[in-house]
Structures are given as C-alpha cells and as structure tokens.
C-alpha cells in the first residue's frame, strides 16, 4: 500500500503535469520550455520513486549550533545517493537539455564525456555541493569547477535525491530562528519564492526544493534591507511578482498565493514566468 507521502507526491505531479500541459495551450510560445519540465518530471519521477528516506542524527545542541552559526544541516554523506541513478540522471538530463537546445555543443560533449568517464563525476558533484553547503553568514559560497552550465546539470540531476531529503529532514527542524537567504537544509540559493496568503514570503530552493520564511522585501542573495533599493512589479494579471535589487543587480520571481486558486507549481511557474525573466533582464538584473 503506498504510503500518504507518496499519494501526496503523485497528486502534485499529476497537477504539474496537467498545469504544463494547458500551458503549453494556452501560451504557444511557451510550448518548448513547457514540453522540457515535462521530460525533466518524468525522469525525476522515476528516479525520486526509488530513493530512500535519509537517515540523520539531528542532536538537538548540534542543530543549536548549526543555527546559531548560520550553516546548514545536511552533509554530503547524508545523501542517500544511488550513483547508478545519479549517472543515469545525469545522462539523461544531458540528453534532454541539447534535444531542446538548452545546452550548447561544447558544454554537451564536455557533459557526455564526464558521463562515460564513470567515477569521475563523483568528486565534481561532491566539490559543486560543498560549495554551497559549507557556507555560514560569514562566509558566503565558495566557487567550484562545476559553475556554469555543469553545475545546472548537477542542480537537475542531483534533485531527486536532496528533495527527498528536504521531505524527510525539513518538517524535523526548527526553523524560527533562521534568517538567512540561503537554505537552511543544503545552503542553495532560492530558485523561486512563494507569498503566502497571510502575506509571509518563503523562498524555495534551487537544489532541495525546500522552503524557509525570510523577509518580505530584503534581498536574500546580498542582505540588502534598504526597501529604497528593491524593485517590485508584477506580472498583468498579479499572480506573478519579481523582486529585484539594486545594490546587487540580482532578481527573484515569487507566487502570489493570497488570491490563488491553486498552491506554487515551480516547474509550472517557473516556466509561466518566463516573459518575467525577459523583463528583468532587459532593466539589467540577472538571476
């Protein structure tokens, strides 16, 4: 009998699916991004399915100090990495951003031929996670090899299994105390934010998929609190905001869930926000 998590999981991909597929209907030229995260799903459908809860001391005076520090709990060992699954989704990723040209020839061949290289994909992913997940709010992330385009494949291939781990570690934590911009699980930053309908923002991470309160308007990429240097606007019909910042030229797109119909849909939304990101980068801001 399948347990009510995984009902829970089933139910929402259905509606991610359904909601790409009008979509992609009803905004033709959003049909290829659209018909992407559809491919993207399915995959980490499949792997996700077979991924195990993690298991992890959270000793209470050792959480404290993780807090107070400003540094997030899980460790790469904590990861219940399969690396059979984690190649295969990091091929089939490769495969699947070059068939809808969203990877050029040269990072392509360098991604396919780090695939048939076996282990060595191994380190690279352990050095693009640590990059962020050793971060504190005194130290900001460090830069590895796997930047740019590779570390995108990491960010898609390695998601079945840090979201599993945000579904089994963040419900566990006490997470009153953070303020910080980044996550408090793994130390991504956010990939997208929802507004809640008691009007809290909760930024959404772009490796776990976790979400954490922070700030209505501060910046979570700099810490810029100075609402003289935040840029908002939102999409025509309001369901849609950004938040840009002008100290450090970085935006963020949010949900607004105050008077929706329906709960955030990253897939679904990040793509439905696409004509956003055109706008924001055209003022001069990048992601």
């Not at 570690?169 to 991504?188: K, Q």
């Not at 935040?230 to 797109?253: E, N, P, Q, V």
Request: net charge positive; glycine share 6%.
């Amino acid at each position: 009998m399948p347990s009510r998590t995984g009902v829970r999981a089933a139910r929402q991909d259905s509606r991610e699916v359904a909601e790409l597929k009008r979509l992609r209907i009803d905004q033709p030229e959003l049909a290829t991004a659209a018909d992407l995260q559809l491919e993207l799903l399915a995959l980490h459908r499949r792997v996700q399915a077979r991924v195990p809860l993690p298991w992890i001391d959270l000793n209470p005076a050792w959480l404290k100090e993780q807090q107070a520090a400003g540094r997030p709990v899980l460790r790469f060992a904590d990861i219940p990495l399969n690396w059979t699954d984690f190649r295969l989704m990091f091929r089939e990723t490769t495969e699947l951003l070059r068939r809808f040209e969203a990877l050029d020839l040269e990072d392509y061949r360098r991604a396919k031929e780090l695939g048939r290289e076996g282990k060595a994909v191994e380190p690279m992913l352990l050095a693009w996670y640590e990059a962020a997940a050793r971060r504190d709010r005194h130290r900001p992330a460090e830069t590895d090899e796997a930047g740019g385009m590779m570390g995108q494949i990491f960010q898609i291939a390695a998601r079945p299994f840090l979201a599993r781990c945000a579904e089994g570690i963040l419900p566990r934590l006490d997470l009153s105390a953070w303020t910080e911009g980044y996550c408090p699980l793994c130390g991504g930053e956010p990939e997208f934010a929802v507004i809640t309908q008691t009007a809290e923002r909760l930024l959404i991470c772009s490796r776990c998929t976790g979400r954490w309160r922070f700030a209505p308007l501060d910046c979570p990429f700099c810490g810029n609190a100075d609402r003289t240097r935040i840029t908002s606007f939102a999409s025509r019909d309001g369901l849609y905001r950004i938040y840009a910042c002008d100290h450090c030229r970085r935006y963020l797109k949010a949900y607004d869930g105050r008077s929706s119909t329906r709960p955030v849909l990253v897939p679904v939304d990040t793509v439905a926000t696409l004509p956003l990101d055109a706008a924001a980068m055209q003022k001069g801001y990048v992601a």
